[in-house]
């Protein structure tokens, strides 16, 4: 059996950590995965095939939430095409199970549903606006045999999604135990490699940043703690989004402004440039 990821970041996020993590308890059950990105900037291509996953690169268009005309036009304009690479690929490889993310690329669930393969769709936040939800659920019931939601209040905020009874299948990402079990040894060697000292309480996240991920409310609310408990410091680990500079721009002045008392490089640290932290992503604490 053959399982089709379809993922329209080319930055490494949840969707590719869910392939890889997944790929060889499933190969354990009988199935290959296989996963299809945009032919776009990232680290996804390289940390899969890292894993042992296979990769391969397409034109794929996604939605994007803005108001430049530019970029819905090129959406459109080769939306046809991208549909027919998909269906291509699907048939070339055989595969038996297409899943894609997100409500704004439904490409690959049309490519799916023409080749005969069983179609997965998740719905992993709430980011589309409203009306973008409402106009497209239509589609998502209609082309999905499974509509998988992160949790019953996400799938509660897309219309129509908890009336597809079995169809509909709520998850919360698991967590090996056995793999984030405490370990002295290991918390060390991550607290030193992000430049924390022994007496600090660290709070920190782990996820790229863009603006989905709230990173600006986490800055302030630590900011706002440091006034009475000046040993807490913030370590914010994950790649930079390339299509939200605006965002990361944001980010950066408010650690410049908010989070001055931290000592000196720590910048570096809190987001990662240049250092430890991105060259080394499995770091855990």
């Avoid at 776009?40 to 108001?67: F, N, Q, S």
């Avoid at 095409?81 to 291509?88: E, K, P, S, T």
């Avoid at 949790?151 to 009874?165: D, H, M, S, T």
């Avoid at 060697?189 to 409310?217: C, F, M, W």
Wanted: charged fraction near 25%; hydrophobic fraction near 45%; avoid cysteine.
């Amino acid at each position: 059996m053959r399982l089709l990821y379809v993922i329209g970041g080319p930055v490494f996020g949840g969707a590719h950590n869910q392939a890889a993590r997944l790929g060889p308890l499933l190969e354990a059950k009988g199935w290959e995965s296989m996963v299809v990105l945009p032919d776009e900037e990232g680290d996804a291509v390289e940390r899969l095939r890292v894993e042992g996953i296979e990769v391969m690169v397409t034109p794929l268009d996604r939605l994007r939430m803005t108001a430049d005309l530019r970029s819905q036009a090129r959406f459109v304009s080769r939306f046809r095409y991208q549909v027919r690479g998909l269906r291509r690929l699907v048939r070339e490889l055989d595969a038996d199970l297409v899943q894609l993310t997100g409500l704004t690329l439904p490409q690959p669930a049309i490519a799916g549903r023409r080749e005969g393969a069983a179609v997965v769709w998740q719905l992993l936040d709430t980011r589309p606006p409203r009306l973008l939800r409402r106009m497209l659920m239509p589609v998502v019931t209609r082309l999905a045999d499974t509509v998988m939601s992160t949790g019953v209040e996400v799938a509660r905020q897309y219309p129509g999604a908890l009336e597809l009874g079995d169809r509909l299948v709520p998850f919360v990402p698991p967590v090996d135990p056995d793999e984030f079990r405490p370990d002295q040894q290991r918390r060390q060697i991550a607290r030193s490699a992000l430049g924390v000292r022994d007496r600090s309480v660290v709070v920190g996240t782990v996820g790229n940043r863009n603006p989905q991920k709230g990173h600006e409310y986490l800055i302030r609310a630590v900011s706002s703690l440091r006034r009475d408990y000046p040993e807490v410091v913030l370590r914010v680990l994950g790649s930079v989004s390339p299509v939200h500079p605006a965002y990361e721009a944001g980010l950066q002045r408010d650690a410049l402004t908010l989070l001055l008392g931290f000592a000196t490089g720590v910048l570096s640290a809190l987001f990662g440039i240049g250092g430890a932290i991105v060259s080394n992503p499995g770091l855990r604490a």
